[in-house]
């Protein structure tokens, strides 16, 4: 937990927008998910500088994949080119990269490339990153539920009993989050006001923050000022204070 209680812990944002940004220029829908890179690595910069100590983004949800087959390989071709590209720099700044969805939908290479990357910025043993980068890809909270419920019904198929007595507690480590405190501030750009099956029972809590800007335009500035109206939050967690 972080120490400065108007930081939060764990920031995790719905990148939204890059088709109508690219459509307002004139250019194909994959012109606005390349420019969207340049965001990512504005809110790593500033995710690091604030404190932060999770950022997490929706990349690519299990919906995502009912695109045009060409916008679908077109992010799954950028989103190995990007993962090529950052990791040394990642690396080197004590950035944990971390990719969390229904991985086995992803192609053979991409699959491995994402393993490489997550071992490479490993932090060394007794070290804290500096930041943690969660990429939600293939995801959606539904689908994470599910999977959750099924591995623990496994688990205690031969003892019913016990898993009578299980709590909230207990679920949620079959959830792929598992170790990652819930998300304390939820961003969505484009101005969208909806989850869209992104952390639909890590979210419970979270404060929501919708913001205008399209998720190319979304910048250091943006990012800050969303802290910024976080810190003014009152969270009460159905209690009264
Ligand atoms: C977000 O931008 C990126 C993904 C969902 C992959 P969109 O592609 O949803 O852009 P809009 O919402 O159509 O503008
Ligand atoms: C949510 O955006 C998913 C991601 C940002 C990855 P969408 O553009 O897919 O969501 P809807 O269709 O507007 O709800
Ligand atoms: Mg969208």
Same mark, same amino acid.
């Given at each position: 937990m972080n120490?400065?209680? !108007?930081?939060?812990?764990?920031?995790?944002?719905?990148?939204?927008? !890059?088709? %109508?940004?690219?459509?307002?220029?004139?250019?194909e829908r994959i012109y606005g998910h390349a420019a969207g890179v340049e965001s990512v690595r504005a809110c790593v910069e500033a995710a690091a500088e604030s404190g932060v100590e999770y950022l997490s983004l929706f990349a690519f949800s299990?919906?995502?994949?009912?695109?045009?087959?060409?916008?679908?390989?077109?992010?799954?071709?950028?989103?190995?080119?990007?993962?090529? !590209?950052?990791?040394?720099?990642?690396?080197?700044?004590?950035?944990?990269?971390k990719v969390l969805g229904n991985l086995e939908r992803l192609s053979p290479e991409l699959r491995s490339a994402i393993s490489k990357a997550e071992a490479d910025t490993e932090p060394?043993?007794?070290?804290?990153?500096?930041?943690?980068?969660?990429?939600?890809?293939?995801?959606?909270?539904?689908?994470?539920?599910?999977?959750?419920?099924?591995k623990m019904a496994l688990e205690y198929s031969g003892n019913l009993?016990?898993?009578?007595?299980?709590? /909230?507690?207990?679920?949620? %480590?079959f959830l792929v989050t598992h170790g990652?405190?819930?998300?304390?501030? /939820?961003?969505?750009?484009?101005?969208?006001? %909806?989850?869209s099956n992104y952390l639909l029972w890590q979210s419970a809590y979270s404060e929501f923050y919708s913001v205008d800007a399209?998720?190319?335009d979304f910048g250091k500035e943006n990012f800050r000022l969303a802290l910024e109206e976080y810190g003014k939050r009152d969270r009460r967690y159905g209690k009264v204070k």
């Open positions: 120490s400065n209680s !108007n930081i939060p812990t764990h920031v995790s944002i719905i990148m939204d927008g !890059n088709g %109508r940004w690219a459509k307002q220029k004139g250019k299990e919906e995502n994949w009912g695109r045009p087959d060409s916008e679908v390989s077109g992010l799954m071709s950028l989103m190995m080119q990007t993962i090529q !590209n950052e990791i040394p720099s990642l690396k080197e700044k004590g950035v944990k990269f060394a043993e007794g070290m804290a990153p500096l930041l943690t980068l969660i990429i939600f890809l293939s995801y959606s909270g539904k689908w994470d539920i599910l999977q959750a419920a099924k009993q016990k898993m009578e007595s299980l709590g /909230v507690d207990d679920f949620d %480590r990652i405190p819930d998300p304390d501030l /939820v961003i969505r750009t484009s101005g969208e006001k %909806r989850i399209l998720w190319p």
